[in-house]
Antibody, heavy 122, light 107 residues
Framework: EGQLLESGGGLAQPGGSLRLSCAAS????????MGWVRQAPGKGLEWVSG????????YYGDSVTGRFTISRDNYKNTLYLQMNSLRADDTALYYC???????????????WGQGTMVTVSS | DIQMTQSPSSVAASVGDRVTITCRAS??????LAWYQQKPGKAPKFLIY???SLQSGVPSRFSGSGSGTDFTLTINSLQPEDFATYYC?????????FGQGTRLEIK
């Protein structure tokens, strides 16, 4: 059974930046597409971004397009989310999640991390 | 973007009951639908994929059905550990979207 461990969350000012990391273990990281899903306090789940197994294809939600960048390092078994131009409505718990079967694009998520909290406030 | 609408938003039931949660897509998504369970303070748990396939390790009292725009998650013989929030999620196209969630509470 694989595991995912997010880090990098914290307090950022509006307009600021943060970089989230997700360390994977227990599975062949380079074989699977991955994604980020967030959850604002007391709210539902929102898909943020996805990336193919090779890193060659990336996908973004409407609310983060142009501000966030997803990437991965298959040698370090690590997924990243670079978040720029942060806004108050980006405040959420950010989950890293693994695609169950595909290397092309994430279409479901079978393994989730515990999340890292991002708070955007002045 | 494809919108996912769940109903009801919340439901109260008793141990042993059968519960059905509905998810409706704003356009045809075939069977590109997954269901998740989330308990307070925990990450979501993957339950069902392609609308009706049970993820390994998930109890058989959970089942999913539907295609096109209308889907259901059914839980037979509710157990105490089933009280949680349930989300549907489509993957027909990007962006992926989730339903707003259905909270299953103890009556």
């Amino acid at each position: 059974e694989g595991q995912l461990l997010e880090s990098g969350g914290g307090l950022a000012q509006p307009g600021g930046s943060l970089r989230l990391s997700c360390a994977a273990s227990g599975f062949t990281f380079s074989d699977y597409a991955m994604g980020w899903v967030r959850q604002a306090p007391g709210k539902g789940l929102e898909w943020v971004s996805g990336i193919s197994a090779s890193g060659g294809s990336t996908y973004y939600g409407d609310s983060v397009t142009g501000r966030f960048t997803i990437s991965r390092d298959n040698y370090k078994n690590t997924l990243y989310l670079q978040m720029n131009s942060l806004r108050a409505d980006d405040t959420a718990l950010y989950y890293c999640a693994k695609e169950p079967w595909s290397e092309d694009a994430p279409d479901a998520f079978d393994i989730w991390g515990q999340g890292t909290m991002v708070t955007v406030s002045s | 973007d494809i919108q996912m609408t769940q109903s009801p938003s919340s439901v109260a039931a008793s141990v042993g009951d059968r519960v059905t949660i509905t998810c409706r897509a704003s356009q045809d998504i075939g069977t590109w639908l997954a269901w998740y369970q989330q308990k307070p303070g925990k990450a979501p748990k993957f339950l069902i994929y392609t609308a009706s396939s049970l993820q390994s390790g998930v109890p058989s009292r959970f089942s999913g059905s539907g295609s096109g725009t209308d889907f259901t998650l059914t839980i037979n013989s509710l157990q105490p550990e089933d009280f949680a929030t349930y989300y549907c999620q489509h993957s027909k196209t990007f962006p992926i979207t989730f339903g707003q969630g259905t909270r299953l509470e103890i009556k």
